[in-house]
């Protein structure tokens, strides 16, 4: 049943006008510029960091399958930073916050789950790259031919596009309290739904059915290629094969704990226990802390990545000599 102070809405005569409102981290005062400035100062070597590795991968001209799904990491990175951080910095350089659009909110959200779900994909992908690496290493040129990278990253890209759909749809056809205060600095799924004005559990039934497809079900995917790993890791009598095999693992080991653990803190519970002031943090790691990590984890610990970069860099040198 709604709640009292409800506002029952027509979607077509008063979406395109009705406003939300980003409290983001209005209760630090204080802080305000000094979160602003690390705010930013994290976006910007985030998209330098990201727009580097894509741009190293993209000028090799031979790619092997792992730098082919890097790329494509990279590039979700770069959108998902610029989908979140442009409100997250203004709503620090309000002082009430700031203000977004029905549409916009609901544009936001879209693109966030979509490419929060193509990430979660991706990395699915990347660890059956690296159950064919490990376990089928004669075969790997065979079984990971461009074709099938290809196909597996349109497959990533567009797969969570449905999804995210409609679960925005559902969500924004809710109804929403009179304040439309978003507690949060973008519009989450779980600061939006706080909105709802309902007492019932229905409004969770997308998101619930979301986090299934996008994040159990290519987490199954990653744990079945692992535990495949592991088994063929102690057929190994070499300590130094196997070290140099799990070696290969490591980077895709370390984004994928990142990725899942700050998506299943969030997602995966009821809405009785959510908690704004929580949930800022979590988030705030979630959307600007990983991404920046990524190309830190990857440029350390894969020495194509930092032969490719040192390669990059040559030329542009060479280039501004000439």
């Known amino acids: 049943m709604p709640c009292e102070g409800c506002t029952e809405r027509d979607n077509v005569s008063t979406g395109a006008t009705m406003e939300f ?69 203004l709503s620090l350089a309000a002082v009430d916050g700031s203000r977004i659009s029905f549409l916009g909110c609901a544009a936001q959200m879209h693109l966030f789950v979509a490419l929060g779900g193509a990430e979660c994909f991706l990395l699915a992908a990347m660890a059956y790259d690296r159950y064919v690496a490990v376990c089928q290493p004669r075969r790997y040129a065979a079984l990971m031919g461009p074709g099938l990278c290809l196909r597996l990253g349109l497959a990533c890209g567009l797969g969570a596009l449905p999804v995210a759909l409609g679960l925005t749809v559902a969500v924004f056809r809710l109804p929403f309290c009179r304040s439309r205060r978003i ?44 535990v495949c790993i592991a088994v063929a890791l102690l057929r190994i009598t070499s300590p130094v094969r196997r070290g140099k095999a799990f070696s290969t693992c490591i980077s895709h080991l370390a984004i994928t704990l990142l990725h899942y653990g700050c998506a299943t803190f969030i997602y995966i519970r009821p809405k009785s226990s959510y908690s704004p002031a929580r949930d800022k943090v979590v988030s705030l790691v979630y959307t600007n802390i990983t991404p920046l990590m990524y190309p830190l984890i990857y440029s350390l610990r894969n020495k194509e990545i930092r032969g490719m970069l040192r390669k990059m860099l040559r030329r542009k040198k060479i280039a501004q000599v000439n």
């Open 21 to 89: 409102l980003l409290l983001g981290f209005s209760e630090l005062l204080r802080l305000r510029v000094l979160l602003f400035l690390i705010f930013l100062i994290v976006h910007l070597v985030t998209l330098a960091g990201n727009m580097m590795i894509f741009m190293a991968v993209v000028m090799e001209p031979s790619r092997p399958p792992m730098l082919f799904f890097l790329c494509q990491l990279s590039a979700i990175e770069l959108c998902y930073t610029l989908v979140i951080a442009p409100k997250a910095l």
């Open 183 to 226: 507690n949060h600095f973008f519009c989450d799924v779980p600061a939006v739904l706080h909105l709802a004005c309902t007492q019932s559990y229905s409004p969770e039934l997308p998101l619930l059915a979301a986090c299934v497809l996008l994040l159990l079900l290519p987490f199954l995917l990653i744990l079945a290629s692992y």
